[in-house]
């Protein structure tokens, strides 16, 4: 029986109930797989070989990276999950403007904490990561489509294509040519480009396409109104730790 382990570093469980909530596609796999750790989801965990282990949050403790490195050595297969753990999330969109010691005295009142805090990291900062499912939160169906692969010793892969490529397959109607702020052109697609659908504007959660060329992105949004400083931190948002300028002919994160 494959062994599979879910666990949460810092981050919301957002990715965590996302999983939770491929309810068919999970009560079919539950006939192949074992889950031997998911705390969010069950009482009786191991902390056993696993054959394979999602990892969602940002590494922010010395409490999440014990626990990372810990499961990493008796990991077969680490898959990150969301953008907390592939990039560092939302919670590392001001790493390069900020002293964590002022704010962890914000927050706590004291920076002598029991146990130490570090600036929100993605997960490949500490452990070897093998694949890498993005978004806030994850796709549900990359998630069963990685699982299958994996069941079935295939590698997965997810062609790293913009979010304007299945805006279009939507026959959407351009946001930016609107005036509304859309990261769809510098962002790895997967989504089925949802908030466009909707009216919202790509914000960027997937992190960086293949080759997303930032410099133009930034003078695009610049001439819809917003100055180069809210272009840079509206393209930071998601990207956290990984994050600067590229031009179009350097290869994305
Ligand atoms: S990626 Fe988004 S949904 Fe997933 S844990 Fe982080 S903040 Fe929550
Ligand atoms: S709305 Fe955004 S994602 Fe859609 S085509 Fe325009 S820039 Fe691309
Ligand atoms: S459209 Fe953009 S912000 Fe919305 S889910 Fe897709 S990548 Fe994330």
Redesign the pocket.
């Known amino acids: 029986m494959v062994k599979i382990g879910v666990i949460?570093l810092t981050?919301?469980?957002?990715?965590?109930?996302?999983i939770l909530n491929c309810q068919d596609a999970l009560l079919k796999l539950l006939s192949k797989v074992e889950i031997s750790l998911f705390p969010l989801a069950k009482d009786d965990n191991l902390e056993d070989e696993l054959d394979l282990l999602f990892v969602?949050?940002?590494v922010s403790t010395s409490l999440d990276r014990d626990w990372l490195l810990r499961l990493r050595e008796r990991t077969k297969v680490l898959v990150a999950?969301?953008?907390?753990?592939?990039y560092g999330?939302?919670?590392a969109q001001r790493n390069d403007e900020v002293q964590i010691e002022e704010m962890v005295k914000e927050v706590y009142g004291s920076w002598k904490l029991p146990f130490e805090v570090f600036k929100p990291s993605p997960v490949s900062e500490f452990v070897k990561v093998d694949y890498f499912l993005?978004?806030?939160?994850?796709d549900k169906k990359q998630f069963v489509y990685t699982v299958s692969f994996l069941l079935n010793g295939v590698k997965p892969f997810f062609p790293k294509i913009p979010v304007c490529h299945e805006c279009k397959l939507s026959e959407n109607e351009c946001l930016l040519l609107k005036g509304i702020p859309c990261q769809g052109p510098v962002t790895y697609a997967g989504c089925g480009a949802p908030c466009t659908s909707k009216g919202v504007g790509c914000q960027g959660?997937r992190g960086d396409c293949d080759f997303p060329n930032h410099e133009e992105i930034i003078s695009i949004l610049t001439k819809k109104g917003l100055s180069y400083e809210d272009a840079l931190k509206f393209l930071k948002v998601?990207r956290g730790n990984t994050f600067r300028v590229r031009r179009v002919d350097e290869k994305g994160a």
């Open positions: 949460g981050g919301c469980s957002g990715c965590q109930c996302e969602e949050g940002s999950v969301g953008s907390c753990a592939c999330g939302v919670q993005p978004g806030c939160p994850l959660c998601f």
